[in-house]
């Protein structure tokens, strides 16, 4: 393998190299973002009808298992994508987050106490002001937990999609693996793992910053 | 649509050292070598690990260090530093499938009822004893757990193996990739390999169910159950073990 001090390659090829990372996140974050919005809804219904939870969850767990280049490689086959669309790896992605999230949002939410949704009842919340205000709310760190693994793990499987011809930093790992280039290689894998830790850091602090009750708690040693 | 079906049903596909039974086979050694490595050294670390109490950094650092590391990237990588063959594949299949395991394992040994322990140390049990005849039997259900999710990771990623030059059902995939997708053997093998990898992968799930119902004593398997459930009730943490593949 071939190895050099890698500033020149790095210098010669910075724009491509920033401009594949831009593709990257697009590609990995925008249907970790569609995945959350719909598993809100589903999670909610999974915790409110056992009909809803018996065919939520099994189903997700199918299509959790189902390897990510065999999904990949059939998104063409059951929307008529194109065979180089973006969507073929990111609807797999949204997939990948919503199999993991809707169990996430219908546990964390049939775990809110009884006499906290029968305070607000009392209260005079309407149902959904009160989902939105008091249940969800209190969903967020369970929430959150998932919404990390999803966010990772998706910007890993990203570069599978390179296999079948779609771009992001996986491109960079298979051309660097085609021209024996292992400088581009090891870039390419390290803007990988360490952007997701950074967006996973990130995550885990906004997820303190929008639950201030919890660490309130702890420090009181009170439980929910 | 029809055209992958068709390319998936033609007999001609279903014969010889390159058809689709051959394939299953390559694509099921490289996944039970990988994962009979990984659990030969997860296990017994785990296991120590949720006995002793030490070193249970490693257990929560390796899984998520682990998520983040793009398998494709790891594999290519692998192949480069030393060869174009079996183990360099198998090695990075191993580094994946020993965390899911790992952490199985540790937290099987460590949800192990505490008054159970107690007893069999009271017993006069030796503590090598008492992990092997005690603990590791408590730790059945979740240990195999790991197993799954391992097994399940290492059938995914060994589609990539293709890529670099080996056998296994990704070969369809990416060979019908390289056909161009114009070709007969173009898009309609590579969704027909994909076809083949997904059921493979919900029927060796399905399989290895059976098999932790098999193995599992009914009285430790009841007890996990009525644990799960009333854990669940009573504050769900969100760890998830598994991830995506």
């Given amino acids: 393998m071939n190895i050099d001090w890698p500033w020149p390659w790095l210098e010669r090829n910075l724009d491509d190299i920033a401009e594949a990372t831009g593709e990257h996140l697009f590609l990995a974050l925008l249907p970790v973002l569609v995945g959350l919005a719909v598993s809100v809804p589903l999670g909610w219904a999974a915790s409110r009808w056992r009909v809803a939870r018996g065919i939520l969850v ?5 299509l959790y298992t189902i390897p990510s280049l065999a999904l990949i490689t059939l998104v063409p086959l059951a929307l008529g994508t194109r065979i180089i669309d973006p969507l073929n790896v990111q609807v797999p992605l949204a997939i990948y987050t919503i ?14 106490p009884r006499e906290v949704t029968a305070a607000a009842t009392a209260l005079g919340y309407r149902p959904v002001h009160q989902f939105l205000t008091v249940e969800l709310p209190l969903a967020v760190p369970v929430i959150v937990a998932g919404l990390r693994v999803a966010v990772v793990s998706a910007m890993s499987l990203t570069a599978v ?9 996986g491109q960079l790992i298979t051309e660097g693996f085609l021209r024996n280039n292992g400088v581009e290689l090891v870039v390419a894998i390290a803007l990988i793992v360490v952007l997701a830790l950074v967006i996973d850091a990130l995550l885990l ?11 309130a708690q702890r420090g009181t040693g009170a439980s929910a | 649509m029809n055209a992958a079906f068709a390319w998936l049903f033609d007999p001609e596909h279903w014969s010889g050292p390159t058809g689709i039974p051959a394939r299953i086979l390559e694509h099921l050694g490289y996944t039970s070598l990988s994962v009979l490595f990984a659990a030969a050294i997860a296990v017994p670390l785990g296991a120590v690990i949720g006995h002793t ?9 390796l899984s998520n260090g682990l998520r ?49 322990v107690d007893a069999a140390h009271g017993m006069g049990m030796r503590s090598s004893t008492v992990l092997l005849r005690v603990e590791l039997p408590n730790a059945l259900p979740l240990v195999l757990g790991g197993i799954r999710a391992a097994t399940l990771q290492v059938i995914a990623t060994a589609t990539i193996a293709a890529y670099v030059s080996l056998g296994g059902l990704g070969r369809f995939v ?16 590579m969704a027909a390999g994909a076809i083949v990898v997904a059921v493979l992968a919900l029927v ?21 159950r009525a644990g799960r459930s009333a854990r669940m009730r009573r504050r769900p943490t969100g760890d998830v073990v598994e991830n995506p593949i």
Wanted: hydrophobic fraction near 55%; aromatic fraction near 4%; charge should be neutral.
């Fill in chain 1, 99 to 112: 199999a993991l999230l809707v169990r996430s949002v219908s546990d964390a939410l049939a775990a809110v």
């Fill in chain 2, 204 to 224: 060796v799930e399905g399989a290895l169910a059976l098999v932790e119902r098999a193995v599992v004593s009914p009285g430790v398997r009841d007890a996990a």
């Fill in chain 2, 53 to 61: 109490g030490r070193g249970t950094f490693l257990v929560a650092g």
């Fill in chain 1, 58 to 62: 099994p189903l997700a767990g199918v």
């Fill in chain 1, 161 to 169: 999609g390179a296999l079948v011809g779609i771009g992001g930093l």
């Fill in chain 1, 205 to 215: 602090l906004v997820g303190r910053a929008v639950t201030p009750w919890v660490r």
């Fill in chain 2, 68 to 116: 983040a590391l793009p398998e494709l990237g790891l594999l290519t990588l692998l192949v480069l530093l030393t060869y174009v063959g079996l183990l360099p594949v198998v090695i990075s299949l191993v580094i994946l499938a020993v965390p899911p395991i790992l952490a199985g394992t540790y937290s099987g040994i460590r949800n192990v009822d505490r008054a159970v």
């Fill in chain 2, 174 to 189: 990416i060979d019908g990739n390289n056909a161009g997708p114009g070709s007969p053997d173009g898009y309609p093998q």
